[in-house]
């Protein structure tokens, strides 16, 4: 009796390492890597973090914020603040200004409160007393004034230019009548010197008539004396306006313009010529006529009252804690 044996198991191979899942194995087999990829892909050590890196790392010097970081509005908005009550009262004068001309505009009329321009250096610290003589430091302000020229005024006039040359029995003339405008100042001496203020003269005197004393400012009236404006001295202190200058007339020979008369006429009827015969009529019209004296004496007082007044006089006592209520020029002869 032949007894049968059981084959011999069949030896499997356990799969490589790299050769992936069996369960993605394919019908071509499991996929093999790469051909020049490496087998065993470790990190490098020399890129690999310290094991406690902030044990190694340097420490930064600490630092210390004296202030908080404020957005940028605010600063704004703190700088218009400060600016508003340093200028508060130009500010209102513009904010009223403003509001009305805006409410004429749509037809409405309101009362609003009548609000006098000024500015810081202006006001009057209020409640500040002063042993000071505000006299003669009111005077040295005065003092130091120049000769400005004041009182500018514009006229009108008419001067004629005629050129004649003749050329042997050859008659050639030409003749021109032209519209211009002067310009003219008067210089007024705001300062005569040292002897002119002397107390004795009376050419000025300053009156304390209160003064500041609980929180209210004190008073002070002024009077003065000066030497009536002077009307220009030369020709180069009046001037001509050559673009309102034109011509209005013209006569001429019946040889004009031929060619011996154009040569020699045409050069005599230049703009400097013009403009020079045109500055020297100015000067006498502005020396002479009284049209044109009377309201050039006129502008220059008044230009060197509120001059005197409102950039010397009133600056000056108000540092000091008063206010100018009473102020006078009288114009006397030189």
């Known amino acids: 009796m032949v007894q049968r044996t059981s084959p011999a198991p069949r030896r499997v191979r356990p799969p ?11 019908p ?23 094991p406690d890196a902030p044990r190694y790392r340097p420490r930064q010097p ?42 004429h505009l749509i037809g409405v009329n309101v009362d609003l409160p009548h609000v006098k321009f000024g500015w810081p250096w202006q006001s009057i610290s209020a409640g500040t007393t002063t042993n000071v003589l505000v006299g003669p430091l009111v ?6 004034i120049s000769r400005p020229a004041l009182g500018t005024e514009n006229f009108n006039f008419v001067f004629t230019h005629t050129v004649s040359k003749n050329i042997g029995f050859w008659p050639c003339w030409y003749s021109g ?28 005197q300053l009156r304390v008539l209160d003064r500041p ?24 202190d009046v001037s001509v306006d050559n673009t309102l200058s034109k011509p209005i007339s013209t006569d001429h020979s019946w040889t004009y313009p031929g060619f011996g008369c154009g040569v020699l006429i045409r050069p005599q009827f230049s703009q400097s010529v ?7 009529t100015a000067f006498y019209q502005a020396t002479h006529l009284a049209s044109v004296t009377k309201p050039l004496i006129s502008a220059a007082e008044a230009e060197a009252v509120t001059m005197i007044r409102d950039n010397f006089i009133q600056p000056t006592l108000n540092a000091l804690g008063y206010t100018l209520t009473q102020f006078s020029i009288r114009w006397v002869k030189p």
């Open 177 to 204: 009548t032209f519209y211009a405008v002067g310009k003219a100042s008067a210089t007024v001496d705001l300062n005569p010197g040292p002897s002119w203020w002397q107390p004795s003269t009376g050419n000025y």
């Open 213 to 236: 004393a609980a929180g209210a400012p004190g008073r002070v009236a002024v009077s003065m004396a000066l030497p009536l404006p002077q009307l220009p001295q030369s020709v180069h």
């Open 16 to 26: 490589r390492p790299d050769a992936g899942d069996p369960a993605d194995r394919g």
């Open 274 to 280: 013009l403009y020079a015969q045109a500055q020297t």
């Open 139 to 144: 005077l040295q302000k005065i003092e130091g």
């Open 62 to 103: 600490r630092r210390w914020r004296l202030r908080p970081r404020l957005p940028r509005w605010v600063k704004w908005a703190a700088l218009l603040v400060v600016v508003s009550l340093i200028f508060r009262r130009a500010v209102v004068w513009v904010v009223l200004a403003g509001l009305s001309a805006a409410l």
């Open 28 to 50: 071509a087999g499991p996929v093999s890597p790469p051909r020049y990829a490496p087998r065993d892909a470790r990190p490098d050590p020399r890129t690999l973090p310290f």
